[in-house]
């Protein structure tokens, strides 16, 4: 009768362990979490042109979750447009609306490849290039 008590406190007392152990690393995961998306540069809002709102408007639905609110990246998903990286004399514009059109390999950024976005419209790439240059000029990438 004994053994059998001392079985069921030490597997209450296991539960117990094995819950408590869970509980502290499911805390920590979500800690982790928490950063994961963070924006990756700090960026100005800028007044943009008819045009460039329009862009904003496709970005915000097609390239934010990636590329982040305002082009700012998202840690661990996806990098910044506005950076140096993508700035007029480094991506000219055709080479960025190449590369909305047909995705891009992953090769200056941990973050796998861009898909393509084939089903948008020429209006709608060349307004998510102006979007992207009108918010790297606001923040002095020229």
């Known amino acids: 009768m004994m ?6 406190i ?16 499911l805390q920590e995961s979500e800690q982790r979490d928490s950063l994961a998306g963070a924006p990756i540069v700090e960026v100005t809002e800028a007044a943009l042109t008819p045009l460039a ?12 979750y990636c590329h982040g609110l305002n082009a700012a990246g998202r840690d661990g998903v996806g990098p910044p447009l506005v950076h140096l990286m993508y700035a007029p004399g480094a991506t000219d514009d055709a080479r960025l609306a ?6 891009v ?30 918010m790297q000029k606001a923040n002095g990438i020229q």
Do not use: H
């Not at 390999?105 to 009108?134: C, H, N, Q, T």
């Open 3 to 8: 053994s059998s008590l001392l079985k069921n």
């Open 10 to 25: 030490t597997f209450i007392v296991l539960i117990l362990l094995f819950l408590g152990i869970s509980y502290i690393l």
């Open 53 to 64: 709102e329009d862009g904003q408007a496709v970005f915000d639905t097609k390239c934010a």
């Open 98 to 103: 190449l590369s909305i059109r047909k995705g």
């Open 105 to 134: 390999k992953a090769d200056k950024w941990p973050f796998g490849d861009m898909p393509a976005e084939p089903d948008l419209a020429e209006e709608e790439i060349r307004s998510l290039v102006a979007y992207i240059r009108e």
